[in-house]
């Protein structure tokens, strides 16, 4: 069996923290004792279970990972950094040579792309990990595209709640709010409310205090004009695991494709529950 190594880049940050853990406890996966992190985290070590990683400032970036080709060889990498960094870090791996899933949501998402297809790796970019939330997203863009209009006149309403450290809106409620608008309801991107207040979150949608500090509950709700027809799509998810689970089987994919040669390739979670 081959094993795959994957660097976890985005440490101490929970999300991060939670891929880095599920490698270790996989026999498939070789954790790289090493992580990308922001200008803002003054440690230069962190510890994820009982393994310590370096943590490598922005400024050290480029001299170290040179340095750590040359001892490892070919790796994976695994982005969970910051949306301000998105395009920079695309930026930085493509120049480096180092094909990545990109699980950080936020940036420039054409540019994030456009980087990749003009660059000599591939990539899985995706706004959301969790395989059985992108089938679901996949049954929404099969309606989107077959049944345009289906909604024509339906008012919609789309609430998704995170962590309070969550700095944008979740990539997976905008994705949905553009087959709404196939599906002919004139919504933005900037009506989903957001909900970051613990207070709130427990109060009003009744999130257990354990998942606070990590945990996505979208709602999607439709209303006829007249008020007599109402639609409800809900997806809750608590925890970090499954995205978690989910990244695994994108660098596991994005291996499998590297294998074969594939290169300035852009995979979406799509691409990897097919296996294409």
Not at 63 to 71: D, F, L, P, V
Not at 250 to 275: C, H, N, P, Q, W
Request: hydrophobic share 40%; with cysteine; glycine share 8%.
């Amino acid at each position: 069996m081959n094993v795959v190594k994957v660097m976890v880049n985005g440490l101490p940050g929970s999300m991060a923290q939670t891929v880095a853990q599920q490698i270790l406890q996989d026999e498939r996966f070789k954790l790289l004792p090493y992580s990308l992190t922001g200008p803002e985290i003054q440690e230069s070590r962190c510890t994820v279970e009982t393994t310590a990683l370096e943590l490598i400032a922005p400024d050290k970036r480029e001299s170290r990972i040179a340095q750590i080709k040359q001892s490892e060889g070919p790796f994976l990498t695994a982005d969970y950094t910051h949306p301000s960094a998105v395009n920079a870090n695309a930026d930085f791996y493509c120049n480096c040579g180092l094909p990545f899933v990109m699980g950080t949501t936020g940036g420039d998402r054409s540019l994030l792309e456009q980087t990749v297809r003009s660059s000599s790796i591939a990539a899985v970019i995706a706004p959301n990990m969790a395989k059985q939330i992108v089938g679901f997203q996949a049954m929404m863009e099969y309606a989107a595209d077959n049944f345009p209009g289906l909604f024509q006149g339906y008012s919609l309403e789309i609430t998704e709640s995170h962590q309070k450290g969550k700095a944008d809106t979740s990539g997976t409620a905008k994705a949905v709010v553009r087959y709404f608008n196939k599906l002919g309801i004139p919504f933005a991107e900037e009506s989903i409310v957001q909900i970051r207040d613990p207070k709130i979150q427990q109060s009003r949608l009744g999130i257990p205090e354990k998942y606070l500090s990590g945990h996505g509950w979208h709602t999607y709700t439709l209303v006829s004009p007249d008020s007599t027809v109402r639609f409800e799509f809900t997806h809750n998810v608590n925890g970090r695991k499954i995205y978690a689970a989910g990244t695994l089987d994108a660098l596991l994919f994005l291996s499998d494709k590297i294998t074969a040669a594939e290169k300035a390739r852009v995979y979406s979670m799509i691409d990897v529950l097919r296996g294409v």
